[in-house]
């Protein structure tokens, strides 16, 4: 008689554990997302189009719209996006002066002054170019 005791308290524990995580989870908020926000799929979508056999015409620069886009609104849900102007670079081959020259335009076309936020994947290039690029920043 004492184990189905137990049981039916642990039982009512565990109910009221359940119960308590629901209630918890449905305080937290949930990010609001607007049928114009640019979802993932719509990202791995012009990705697909643009890389496949035969992609439809200007897919290169609808693709890199999009991703834009979607990052820009992915970081404008935090904090970090008030503090710093964002800028990324993907570079495939090796830094170059050219991309120090690219990344000084680009630093340029912001409209506030605040402090810079450079992300940048690379996989090394001219150390000039490094300096350039890390003097820029500055």
Request: charged share 30%.
């Amino acid at each position: 008689m004492g184990k189905s005791i137990k049981k039916v308290k642990m039982v009512d524990e565990l109910k009221i554990n359940n119960e308590e995580i629901k209630k918890t989870n449905e305080e937290i908020p949930k990010p609001v997302e607007s049928k114009s926000e640019i979802q993932f799929r719509d990202v791995f979508q012009a990705m697909q189009q643009s890389f496949s056999e035969t992609p439809p015409p200007n897919s290169d620069k609808i693709r890199d719209d999009i991703i834009k886009n979607y990052l820009k609104q992915r970081i404008q849900k935090y904090p970090v996006a008030a503090e710093y102007n964002i800028m990324f670079l993907f570079d495939e081959g090796t830094m170059v002066k050219k991309d120090a020259d690219n990344i000084y335009s680009a630093a340029t076309k912001f409209l506030e002054k605040k402090s810079m936020l450079l992300v940048l994947y690379s996989s090394g290039g001219v150390i000039g170019s490094a300096y350039l690029i890390g003097k820029l920043c500055r």
